[in-house]
């Protein structure tokens, strides 16, 4: 049986108020400064963005941030961690629709009805910056650098979303597993982290609803893929040998066996 999620509603009634200091100090000096929003922004710009974001806020692990349903208000760059996001089928399945880490942005999919459609819950203690979405649209007229960015981060939501598909669509079992760690490993790249050893934070389970495979599919093929020396694993532990013949796996160009 899965454990059960835990929800921590937003808590902005008894906090105090930050000063302009602590508020920057979340934004230009992050970690993940040139991934998430304020990519190529002044100093000046970056001081405007900075007096809107909210606040941080700790998300333990398999605590739900929000659930279907819920009005939109924010968005969330994740700061530390990671984060899944699911929604739940007529049949009271879970089916998760992606995965999430630092420096990316959860909540787009509300934008357009004020409507949380999926429920996001931390894969691991996380830590997430509010920004209220009203409030930076004021900031997109004045500060087009930002809209610009924006709008390339939506543009990679929906090719993500569109790989996806495709994935699902046309792809044998070993080549949507391969593209999987190949997408993983490419995030993590650009995070500055190596590309080639790193550790699951989601479960096999989660990995194959996501595939659209049963757990055993995906134990068969992490055995199938240490066979073959594609991969070294320990527990959540990945380590990828030759990272250009994985990826020729995942464009089913490999004729390895």
């Keep these: 049986m899965p454990k059960p999620l835990s929800f921590h509603p937003p ?12 508020l920057r100090n979340r934004c230009s000096a992050c970690s993940m400064h040139e991934l998430c929003l304020p ?9 405007r963005l900075d007096a809107i974001i909210g606040r941080r806020r700790k998300i333990p692990k398999d605590t739900l941030l929000y659930r279907v349903g819920d009005t939109f208000t924010n968005l969330y760059a994740i700061r530390l961690g990671h984060f899944k996001t699911f929604q739940i089928t007529q049949g009271g ?13 959860l909540g787009m999919d ?40 924006f709008h390339r981060m939506m543009s990679q939501e929906i090719t993500r979303e569109q790989s996806i ?32 050893s790193f550790q699951l934070r989601m479960g096999r389970e989660e990995i194959g609803n996501y595939l659209g495979l049963t757990i055993e599919s995906i134990s068969r093929l992490l055995s199938k893929f240490k066979k073959q020396r594609l991969l070294k694993v320990s527990n959540r532990a990945i380590e990828i040998p030759d990272l250009a013949l994985l ?4 464009a089913g160009t490999c004729t390895c066996d």
Excluded: W
Aim: negative net charge; aromatic residues 6%.
């Design 165 to 196: 598909m495709l994935l699902l669509g046309n792809m044998r079992a070993d080549q949507r597993f391969a593209a999987f760690l190949v997408n993983l490993s490419s995030r993590y790249a650009a995070r500055g982290y190596s590309p080639t």
């Design 110 to 149: 509300a934008i357009s009805t004020d409507l949380h459609h999926c429920n996001a819950v931390a894969l691991e203690d996380s830590e997430v910056c509010e920004i209220p979405f009203t409030r930076l649209e004021s900031l997109f007229g004045d500060i087009p650098p930002l809209l610009r960015h």
């Design 11 to 22: 808590e902005t009634a008894h906090l105090p108020p930050l000063s302009l200091d602590a």
């Design 247 to 250: 990826k020729e796996v995942a």
């Design 39 to 47: 990519m190529g922004l002044g100093e000046a710009d970056m001081d």
């Design 93 to 105: 399945d879970q089916q998760v629709t992606g995965f999430q880490m630092s420096g990316e942005l």
